[in-house]
């Protein structure tokens, strides 16, 4: 039997508590996680500090360090829907093709410097894998579109988690950069923690890797 403050509120009192729980932890998760990675992070900083990340950082400043890890390989893609700033969503379990999905956020500099090089792999990888990346901005169009507007990215979607429920599908709060690679049956085939160099012929052939998964599986 539930004990405590919550245990004599009303069902719907109870649910607005989780719910604004949920939210606190999630800024504080995405926010904190990782500083060795979330280089740009400070968790007394403010959105819009945060989101003023230099988008011509280098690998200088920035060390491309991310590494691939296939041991969640054959997970299924999370059953959630990103929304975009015009209002159009995308049911990602719904997808039926190849799928590098990347969460990523204005305030996170690693994830700044990867854009460019992700919206280069979307161009040279169109109609093979589709490359999507998902802000996980707690303020979401507010500062995602500004972000698009002020670099050139025309390869790649603004797709938008505001309430992040994508981050916590991956145990809470994912550390950002997060990439995941899944194949046409939207089983996992593996992802990358931390900025990668996805401008490399490595990574282009890594990437390839989701169109052939599912039938070497078969």
Not at 71 to 99: H, N, Q, R
Not at 140 to 163: C, H, I, K, T
Request: net charge negative; proline share 6%.
């Amino acid at each position: 039997m539930a004990e405590g403050p919550s245990a004599n509120l009303p069902p719907h009192i109870v649910l607005e508590e989780l719910s604004v729980a949920k939210m606190r932890l999630s800024s504080l998760l995405i926010a904190c996680l990782a500083a060795g990675l979330l280089t740009a992070c400070d968790t007394g900083a403010s959105d819009s500090t945060q989101e003023n990340a230099n988008a011509d950082g280098t690998s200088e400043t920035i060390a491309l360090t991310g590494t691939l890890n296939r041991s969640f390989a054959g997970e299924a893609i999370p059953d959630v829907t990103l929304t975009d700033p015009d209002g159009a969503t995308l049911d990602l379990a719904a997808l039926k093709e190849p799928v590098l999905l990347n969460l990523w956020a204005t305030w996170c500099a690693p994830c700044v410097v990867e854009m460019p090089l992700l919206d280069e792999l979307a161009a040279d990888l169109e109609g093979d894998v589709r490359v999507l990346t998902v802000s996980e901005d707690l303020r979401g169009a507010e500062v995602v579109v500004p972000f698009f507007e002020a670099r050139d990215l025309p390869n790649l979607p603004r797709w938008m988690d505001q309430q992040n429920d994508l981050a916590f599908s991956y145990g809470g709060g994912a550390v950002l950069p997060l990439t995941i690679l899944y194949d046409a049956d939207g089983r996992e085939v593996w992802r990358v923690i931390g900025a990668y160099d996805w401008s490399s012929a490595e990574a282009r052939e890594e990437v390839l890797e989701g169109t052939t998964a599912a039938t070497n599986a078969e």
